[in-house]
């Protein structure tokens, strides 16, 4: 059965729970001035790949690209895709430690952060064992509980924007392009290409339409905008730069008198842990299909295997000095599965169409 729109709804909400976190912080760090051209760098980059990726799936029939590059051979399927595994693993880690963190300073302030984490995992391997299309669904049920008060919250949060501060859109070499080189930009780079890889994995088990896949990509634009400029806008760049969540931060003096609410900024952040227990429970998901084209286990036990481990690996990660480490040895990890996975995926494809759908191992 053809599941396109849940699939896209998918691949559009564990983007925003990555967005709205880490990525305004490492955008802001990244450039003093001309926001927007970075913003647009990065989602040219995710264009650039989403396209390639959906350009080679779709050359085949309905096949995922564990099948196709174990076509090419077991040695270059294990060579091209256990970075990948690490990859994944590497990303659960992050997730689960960081928004624990945050979870821990907003809500849970006398919980300690084990406890926070282990329950994390729990949930998303839970739900990670039920499947693609338990998580599919899932996806749905948090768009029609989540999307409304995060939507609210987004417009909102222009409450306070002094629209001066946009100025000067062009200042100090701005297209020179160096911030390209910046950790802090390299780093933001989980917000563009961190879950687009499972768009490879869940056929044949759910099909979907690949065109349709490049055509929501462009949704996430504006949110890639919104992120960043709106504390900007609001702090301006010498304050927002200080901020360690500046979005989040923003969201929290949003003053709304006529909600019985005190605080609405409470749904915006319990909205964004939601989606991102549902990025973690999709890339543990990969992690687990992967492992089990290698190791004839059932999906359970590698699922709470991996799950196990790598929250032994979150609990040993001392401050976010250590977390910050991670994610920049993770990047180049991410500059793989964003670049050579895509790359691979489309070549293949090409030979393929021209053997008439031979094989070419």
């Not at 998918?10 to 490492?26: A, K, Q, R, S």
């Not at 799936?57 to 564990?66: A, K, P």
Request: with cysteine; net charge neutral.
């Amino acid at each position: 059965m053809v599941k396109t729109w849940q699939v896209a709804n998918l691949y559009i909400l564990t983007h925003i729970g990555v967005i709205f976190f880490l990525y305004p912080d490492n955008m802001i760090q990244a450039m003093e001035v001309s926001h927007w051209i970075g913003i647009l760098t990065g989602f040219l980059l995710h264009i650039i790949v989403v396209w390639s990726y959906m350009k080679g799936l779709s050359l085949f029939d309905r096949r995922n690209v564990v099948d196709i590059f174990l076509d090419a051979g077991k040695w270059i399927a294990f060579l091209l895709l256990a970075p990948v595994f690490v990859y994944l693993l590497a990303v659960i880690v992050i997730s689960i430690r960081s928004y624990g963190e945050m979870i821990t300073i907003i809500f849970l302030s006398s919980t300690p952060l084990w406890a926070t984490m282990l329950l994390t995992a729990i949930i998303a391997a839970f739900l990670a064992m039920q499947g693609i299309e338990a998580i599919l669904r899932t996806g749905l049920l948090l768009l029609v509980l989540c999307m409304p008060p995060t939507l609210f919250v987004l417009v909102s949060s222009f409450q306070h924007v002094d629209w001066h501060y946009l100025l000067p859109l062009f200042e100090g070499g701005a297209f020179q392009w160096s911030f390209v080189y910046n950790r802090s930009f390299l780093m933001g780079l989980l917000a563009v290409g961190g879950s687009f890889v499972f768009l490879g994995f869940v056929q044949p088990e759910v099909a979907f339409n690949q065109r349709y896949m490049r055509y929501a990509s462009f949704l996430l634009l504006p949110l890639y905008g919104i992120a960043v400029y709106v504390p900007l806008l609001t702090f301006g760049h010498s304050t927002a730069s200080r901020l360690m969540f500046p979005f989040i931060f923003v969201t929290d003096i949003v003053e709304v008198n006529w909600l019985m609410f005190e605080r609405s900024s409470l749904f915006f952040t319990m909205s964004m842990i939601a989606f991102v227990l549902l990025f973690i429970s999709l890339m543990l998901w990969n992690a687990a299909y992967l492992a089990q084209k290698v190791i004839a286990l059932r999906t359970w036990s590698i699922v709470w295997t991996i799950a196990f481990v790598l929250f032994v690996i979150c609990v040993s990660i001392d401050d976010w000095e250590q977390l910050e480490k991670l994610i920049w040895w993770n990047t180049f990890l991410r500059l793989y599965v964003m670049f050579v996975i895509p790359g691979v995926t489309l070549t293949l494809g090409l030979l393929y169409k021209r053997k008439g759908g031979a094989a070419y191992g």
